[in-house]
Nanobody, 115 residues
Framework: QVQLVESGGGLVQAGGSLRLSCVPS????????MGWYRQAPGNQRELVAR???????TYADSVKGRFTISRDNAKNTVYLQMNSLKPEDTAVYYC?????????WGQGTQVTVSS
């Protein structure tokens, strides 16, 4: 299991940008994959972006071309760069870590996009 600490959420106008950060409590090299999920009120939690240990990335169709997931091994941090934000991107964003069959979650960070 791994503890995940997120930061970087906030309030931004439509069209703006935010960068989320996630720092795991263990080496990023020991985690099979890390990702960002989001959950808006009344909705199920959904995958936003995921990056595997071999740098393969996956994105939700709704964020392709606007969001970029990356990892900085030296800082042991995974980022989610969010550009051209839309009001429908408003949600609590959760960092996720996969180690084998185990899933770990951060506490979540609120992203609010005003129109």
């Amino acid at each position: 299991q791994v503890q995940l600490v997120e930061s970087g959420g906030g309030l931004v106008q439509a069209g703006g940008s935010l960068r989320l950060s996630c720092v795991p409590s263990r080496s990023i090299f020991s985690i099979n994959a890390m990702g960002w999920y989001r959950q808006a009120p009344g909705n199920q939690r959904e995958l936003v972006a995921r990056i595997s240990i071999d740098y393969r990335t996956t994105y939700a169709d709704s964020v392709k071309g606007r969001f970029t997931i990356s990892r900085d091994n030296a800082k042991n941090t995974v980022y989610l760069q969010m550009n051209s934000l839309k009001p429908e991107d408003t949600a609590v964003y959760y960092c996720n870590g996969e180690i084998g069959s185990m899933q770990s979650w951060g506490q979540g960070t609120q992203v609010t996009v005003s129109s």
